[in-house]
T-cell receptor
């Protein structure tokens, strides 16, 4: 089954404790992206990757890091999480390029206390 | 001005009604347009792409007006299962990314 898998689905943690949210897709997609969704603000792009070893900032990259060492994986790293990063996070992928329809993972709800 | 603007709603309509949403976008160079559906805090799912000549998928019709920079979604014969938030999505020319509107909430009532 074609899918984008995120882990964990839910996480409650404390300020400053490094965390990683994993994202994996099995569709051989070149393009992957991370979004956060907050009430009233909609989906905002954090980082995206056009292909292996090619990443770029989205609209709200501060406080986040990503890597793309393999085509299927695109982890999101919060080196020192803060309460303003409490949000619902989605990973997405598309075959080629960000201007194509994207497939989304189920989402990760992060709470930073 | 936001890149993509939508009326947040909610639109409350009875079953069987026809409802239409509009969405305006600011980047005249945008080339790709989509409607996504999102159920309560679940992942967005592609509803349909929007083509220049307009397109239909069952009860759903999408239109694009490049001159006025808006896209629309028409839902005929609304079902209870159509209750969701509908996201207008436009690509960013040169950024190779998609911009999502904040969504329009539809509530279909029995």
């Amino acid at each position: 089954e074609a899918q984008v898998t995120q882990n964990p689905r839910y996480l409650i943690t404390v300020t400053g404790k490094k965390l990683t949210v994993t994202c994996s897709q099995n569709m051989n997609h070149e393009y992957m992206s991370w979004y956060r969704q907050d009430p009233g603000l909609g989906l905002r792009q954090i980082y995206y990757s056009m292909n292996v070893e090619v990443t770029d900032k989205g609209d709200v990259p501060e406080g986040y890091k990503v890597s793309r060492k393999e085509k299927r994986n695109f982890p999101l790293i919060l080196e020192s999480p803060s309460p303003n990063q409490t949000s619902l996070y989605f990973c997405a992928s598309s075959f080629q390029g960000g201007n194509q329809p994207q497939h989304f993972g189920d989402g990760t709800r992060l709470s930073i206390l | 001005r936001k890149e993509v603007e939508q009326d947040p709603g909610p639109f409350n309509v009875p079953e069987g009604a026809t409802v239409a949403f509009n969405c305006t976008y600011s980047n005249s160079a945008s080339q790709s347009f989509f409607w996504y559906r999102q159920d309560c805090r679940k992942e967005p799912k592609l509803l349909m792409s929007v083509y220049s000549s307009g397109n239909e998928d069952g009860r759903f019709t999408a239109q694009l007006n490049r001159a006025s920079q808006y896209i629309s979604l028409l839902i005929r014969d609304s079902k209870l299962s159509d209750s969701a938030t509908y996201l207008c999505v436009v690509n960013r020319e040169g950024r190779r990314a998609l911009t999502f509107g904040s969504g329009t909430r539809l509530q279909v009532q029995p």
